[in-house]
Every structure is written in C-alpha cells, then in structure tokens.
C-alpha cells in the first residue's frame, strides 16, 4: 500500500509539471472564443480531456505494442539522405509539435503585423472563433500533450503487480491533474489578460514546447537526415530555455520602465 500511494503522489507531480505547457496552451487558446464564454471554453474542454485522457490510457494499457512498434509501410530509407521507421507514437508526436509551432509563429506574426494596429473595435470579433471549435482545439491538444505523460505513467506503475491496480492509481493521477489544471485555468488566463506583454513570452514557450515535441518524434521515428541522427531536446535543456526566457523578460521589462522613467524625468 505505501508502495502504491508513493507511485500515485509521484504520478500526480509529473502529470501537474508536464501539464504546465497545456495549460499555458489552453489560456492562449480560450482567447479565441468569444469573451463572454471563455471561461465556459476552458471549463468544458478541460473535463473533455480529462474524460478522454482515461480512454487513452485504457487503449495505451491494451495496445501499446501498436503505438510503439514501427509500421512496416512507413519505414524506409535513401542512402546518405533520408531514413526513417515511423511508428504511432512518433506520429502523434509530431503531428502535435508541428501544429503549436504552427500556432505560435501565426499567433506571434498576428501581434507584429502592422496592419492590426489600425483594427477598429467593430472588427476585433473577425478574429475570435467559436467556442465549440476552440473546445475541440484544447481537446485534442489535451491529447498531444497528455500522451508521453501517460506512457511515463505507465513506465513508472510497472513495479505494481496487480494490473487493476496500477490503472486505478493512473486514473486517479490524470484526474488529480485534470482538476489542479480546471482550478489554475482561469488564473492564468487572467493574468495573461491583465499582463499582456506576458502573452509573448507565452508563446515563445510554446514555440519551443513545440520544437521539442518534433525532436521527440524524429527520434521516436528514428528519423536520420544526411547520416545525421535526430536527438530530442533533454528537459533539462527545455526547462533551462525556459528560465533563461523568463529572465529575460523580466529583466527587459524592469529595463524598459527604467529609461521611460528617465525619459520622463527629463522633460
């Protein structure tokens, strides 16, 4: 029993360090449904997910083989060019990795593009999606995220004998995490409302969030280009980029009000 209390604690402290990037994920996305519904958005894609994420888990538990193993018609090679061995993972992989680095550079140039400073109020609602697109949108990148945090969680509850057991303690975990994400969702997206120069540093985490994923998946794929073997971004490199962002950005804006403080005290 202690054995098994101490792998769900453990469990649940991955699944919430692991989910920090979803929710950064959902807080950016919530913003494209209309304001009055956003915190509807959130809500209902987050239980979705959770709902979801014990699905995923149970077709993991009984079909992981399938994810794992190479698919035959997908596994070739170019001399000197190009090899590869796709499997289910991988793909999944980086399908998700592809599109947040999709999302984040469409969501950066939409803040740069000079042509938006001159939007009118009556226009700001062409840009909002609706909701029940957006809920699929958190739902199924819920999915992308959760995935290498299940097979983590499978990896970690191999030591419990009884099978029953060790999906109880993982469904236990996903929706100890699923709800810690429901009570910080609307928080974070509040102070990202609140400080908006904060919403670039967003998406540059999920920019590389999404780097990493692809290197990810080109491993899992055993991706080699030119004799090059692709090597996935350590976490401990990703949470040091991470911090260095941070500080950043914190540093340049504690810099910025300095000189306009000059600035004014000058005139």
Known sequence: ????????????????????DNLLYISLE???????????????????????????????????????????????????????AFNGHSLIVLAGG?????????????????????????DKSKGTKSSNAVIVSIVIMNLVFSFDSILAAIGLTSEIEN???????????????????????DRISEFLAKNRMYEVLGLFILFIVGIMLVTEGGHLAHLKIFGDEIVPMS????????????????VQGRYQKKLMKEKSASE
């Open 1 to 20: 029993m202690a054995e098994v209390i101490f792998t769900l604690l453990m469990l649940v402290m991955l699944q919430a360090v692991l989910g920090f």
């Open 30 to 84: 919530s913003k494209k449904a209309p304001e009055n519904d956003r915190k509807r958005v959130r809500k209902i894609g987050i239980l979705i997910a959770i709902a979801l994420r014990i699905v995923l888990l149970f077709l993991l538990v009984s079909l992981i083989g399938y994810f794992q193993n190479p698919f035959s018609f997908m596994t070739g090679k170019i001399e000197n060019v190009l090899e590869f």
């Open 98 to 122: 592809g599109f947040i680095i999709y999302t984040a550079i469409k969501e950066i140039w939409h803040m740069i593009s000079l042509k938006d400073l001159t939007i009118d109020v009556e």
């Open 163 to 185: 099978s029953t057991t060790a999906f109880i303690v993982m469904a236990i975990a996903i929706v100890a995490s699923g709800l810690l994400m429901l009570f910080l969702a």
């Open 235 to 250: 976490k401990t490199t990703f949470y040091f980029v991470i911090v260095v962002l941070v500080v950043v950005d914190v």
